[in-house]
């Protein structure tokens, strides 16, 4: 095997065999791939693609670059992965809910990236929780609790800690094939039975339109399929935020309200939950319409708070989270409205703006080594097509400080728009099946 030759067949689109890119995904993680002929193979498969098998070889071959977990338990072990949004704390609901179902969910998850919230940065508002646990523990709480939502260890897929550092110093993290390849090893690596993926379209997502939704979509569950995991996907609305809520605390605090069976709280949060918890059960060979309802009971019987609870308390966080959130999650000292400027229908909704701008208050990072504060965000963010007053509350500010509220405030006013009424997008707005 030879870096060098496997670089210049990509240059010359021609498909690299899987022995190939095999090695080469183990290369990465041992270094007997440079950092120069990482850097070079990273910009062929940008420039000119890889073919669905050899997408499907280098995301197995990047999985097993490390540990990858075996599992032997009452149920199936199933997951689930966003591309992610704003407002959209699913996981923190969707994994003690299919925990409650006689699920396994084992979710290796990420942190804030760019305008969107990371579901680890979320879980860590809970004083006393922490989401680096050994491999041991992982499994552990898992099988006892059926759920655990934890950072990756550097044995999970390290080609891809690899590879991904250096495509984002060479401008090649926008290859759909490095995408693919980057999300499912990790997942991939939990030793899933079955998998769903959430791939968000609109203007709080990473992917704006439609067709670059289906684009990646198809080739997420193209490659998982491929790679021997059942995976279903669908494409949903992200032309406002999922939840009333972004930040941190602010996040874990709905959730913890549809836990308690309130949907009312976060309706598109918990009927996105429900449809995606459904769509994985029947992945793993589950009546759709069926799961629907047990997940529905699950939640508003108070069987998955029983769960979240458990997992909380097991990973150092306060044992009584499901009774007293209020008194445990961090309050921003500084919280006022932000009135609207007219009279009108919210007719649209920028979303990447106001992800970034609880980053600008503290909720994100702008460098890696920023400390987020978890107390600060936006609550009470009115959906698309709601009738406004001039003066009435658009959103909620939760600052540190009077002028970064003042700032905030601003920014959401020109991220708002308030005009005549439009039609608002379905929530789901297209599946894809394996």
């Given at each position: 095997?030879?870096?060098?030759?496997?670089?210049?067949?990509?240059?010359?689109?021609?498909?690299?065999?899987?022995?190939?890119?095999?090695?080469?995904?183990?290369?990465?993680?041992?270094?007997?791939?440079?950092?120069?002929?990482?850097?070079?193979?990273?910009?062929?498969?940008?420039?000119?693609?890889?073919?669905?098998?050899?997408?499907?070889?280098?995301?197995?071959?990047?999985?097993?670059?490390?540990?990858?977990?075996?599992?032997?338990?009452?149920?199936?072990?199933?997951?689930?992965?966003?591309?992610?949004?704003?407002?959209?704390?699913?996981?923190?609901?969707?994994?003690?809910?299919?925990?409650?179902?006689?699920?396994?969910?084992?979710?290796?998850?990420?942190?804030?990236?760019?305008?969107?919230?990371?579901?680890?940065?979320?879980?860590?508002?809970?004083?006393?929780?922490k989401t680096t646990q050994t491999a041991a523990s992982f499994r552990k709480?898992?099988?006892?609790?059926?759920?655990?939502?934890?950072?990756?260890?550097?044995?999970?897929?390290?080609?891809?800690?690899?590879?991904?550092?250096?495509?984002?110093?060479?401008?090649?993290?926008?290859?759909?094939?490095?995408?693919?390849?980057?999300?499912?090893?990790?997942?991939?690596?939990?030793?899933?039975?079955?998998?769903?993926?959430?791939?968000?379209?609109?203007?709080?997502?990473?992917?704006?339109?439609?067709?670059?939704?289906?684009?990646?979509?198809?080739?997420?569950?193209?490659?998982?399929?491929?790679?021997?995991?059942?995976?279903?996907?669908?494409?949903?609305?992200?032309?406002?935020?999922?939840?009333?809520?972004?930040?941190?605390?602010?996040?874990?605090?709905?959730?913890?309200?549809?836990?308690?069976?309130?949907?009312?709280?976060?309706?598109?949060?918990?009927?996105?939950?429900?449809?995606?918890?459904?769509?994985?059960?029947?992945?793993?060979?589950?009546?759709?319409?069926?799961?629907?309802?047990?997940?529905?009971?699950?939640?508003?019987?108070?069987?998955?708070?029983?769960?979240?609870?458990?997992?909380?308390?097991?990973?150092?966080?306060?044992?009584?989270?499901?009774?007293?959130?209020?008194?445990?999650?961090?309050?921003?000292?500084?919280?006022?409205?932000?009135?609207?400027?007219?009279?009108?229908?919210?007719?649209?909704?920028?979303?990447?703006?106001?992800?970034?701008?609880?980053?600008?208050?503290?909720?994100?990072?702008?460098?890696?080594?920023?400390?987020?504060?978890?107390?600060?965000?936006?609550?009470?963010?009115?959906?698309?097509?709601?009738?406004?007053?001039?003066?009435?509350?658009?959103?909620?500010?939760?600052?540190?400080?009077?002028?970064?509220?003042?700032?905030?405030?601003?920014?959401?006013?020109?991220?708002?728009?308030?005009?005549?009424?439009?039609?608002?997008?379905?929530?789901?707005?297209?599946?894809?099946?394996?």
């Amino acid at each position: 095997m030879d870096a060098r030759a496997i670089i210049a067949k990509i240059r010359r689109e021609q498909d690299p065999t899987s022995a190939e890119l095999t090695w080469f995904a183990n290369g990465l993680a041992t270094r007997a791939v440079s950092d120069a002929q990482a850097g070079a193979f990273a910009m062929a498969v940008c420039l000119k693609g890889l073919s669905d098998e050899g997408r499907v070889a280098l995301t197995t071959g990047m999985r097993d670059s490390g540990d990858v977990m075996k599992w032997n338990l009452q149920g199936p072990v199933l997951d689930k992965h966003s591309t992610g949004g704003v407002g959209d704390p699913v996981s923190l609901i969707l994994a003690p809910a299919l925990a409650a179902c006689d699920v396994f969910v084992p979710m290796v998850s990420g942190r804030g990236l760019g305008h969107t919230g990371g579901t680890l940065d979320k879980l860590e508002a809970i004083p006393g929780l922490k989401t680096t646990q050994t491999a041991a523990s992982f499994r552990k709480i898992t099988s006892e609790i059926g759920c655990a939502i934890v950072s990756p260890t550097s044995a999970i897929a390290p080609a891809d800690k690899r590879l991904y550092a250096i495509r984002d110093v060479t401008a090649t993290v926008e290859s759909v094939d490095l995408i693919c390849a980057s999300i499912l090893s990790k997942k991939l690596a939990a030793g899933l039975d079955g998998l769903v993926l959430d791939v968000k379209a609109g203007s709080g997502a990473f992917m704006k339109t439609v067709a670059e939704a289906e684009t990646l979509a198809r080739a997420l569950t193209t490659t998982a399929n491929g790679a021997g995991t059942p995976t279903a996907a669908f494409i949903t609305d992200m032309s406002q935020p999922l939840a009333p809520s972004l930040g941190n605390a602010l996040e874990v605090a709905v959730c913890l309200e549809v836990l308690s069976g309130n949907r009312a709280a976060a309706p598109r949060l918990h009927d996105l939950v429900v449809a995606l918890c459904a769509r994985v059960l029947a992945v793993s060979g589950h009546a759709e319409g069926e799961a629907e309802e047990r997940v529905s009971a699950a939640i508003s019987s108070g069987h998955a708070m029983v769960c979240f609870a458990a997992m909380v308390r097991a990973m150092g966080g306060p044992p009584d989270i499901a009774d007293d959130w209020h008194t445990h999650l961090p309050k921003a000292p500084v919280v006022g409205d932000v009135p609207a400027p007219r009279s009108g229908i919210i007719t649209s909704i920028v979303g990447e703006a106001l992800g970034l701008t609880v980053v600008q208050m503290g909720g994100g990072r702008q460098i890696e080594t920023d400390r987020i504060d978890p107390r600060v965000g936006l609550s009470d963010v009115r959906p698309l097509g709601t009738k406004i007053e001039r003066g009435d509350p658009i959103a909620t500010i939760h600052a540190a400080d009077e002028d970064s509220a003042q700032a905030a405030a601003h920014a959401i006013l020109r991220a708002i728009t308030i005009g005549e009424p439009v039609e608002i997008p379905d929530l789901i707005i297209d599946r894809i099946d394996p």
